[in-house]
């Protein structure tokens, strides 16, 4: 089975600064896509932003300029830099990765358990 553990959340005044944490562990061969997703209270789960395996980028038009998303193939880990936080930043973010592990025959989508990130003065 594959794991996706996030840490990194808190909370933090309008205007900082926050880096999110996402490790893969597993029975793993390979890793595709991953991502960062984010759920406000009442609201739909929406994409935040996804970096391929060959680190191209795509962010939400409402994060783009203040995160930005990398990862370290060698860690199985993507990071979301999220920066000049906004109060409609708060949210339970999410991190999922598109993976094939070893015994499969397809890859399949893996979701961490969220970490809270508060904006808040």
């Known amino acids: 089975q594959v794991q996706l553990v996030e840490s990194g959340g808190g909370l933090v005044q309008p205007g900082g600064s926050l880096r999110l944490s996402c490790a893969a562990s597993?029975?793993?061969?390979?890793?595709?896509?991953m991502g960062w997703y984010r759920q406000a209270p009442g609201k739909q789960r929406e994409l935040v932003a996804v970096?391929?395996?060959?680190?191209?980028?795509n962010y939400a038009d409402s994060v783009k300029g203040r995160f930005t998303i990398s990862r370290d193939n060698a860690k199985n880990t993507v990071y979301l830099q999220m920066n000049s936080l906004k109060p409609e930043d708060t949210a339970v973010y999410y991190c999922?990765?598109?993976?094939?592990?070893?015994?499969?025959?397809?890859?399949?989508?893996?979701w961490g358990q969220g970490t809270q990130v508060t904006v808040s003065s």
């Open positions: 999922n990765a598109d993976v094939f592990s070893y015994g499969s025959s397809s890859y399949a989508l893996y």
């Open positions: 597993g029975s793993m061969f390979k890793i595709n896509a």
């Open positions: 970096i391929t395996s060959g680190g191209s980028t």
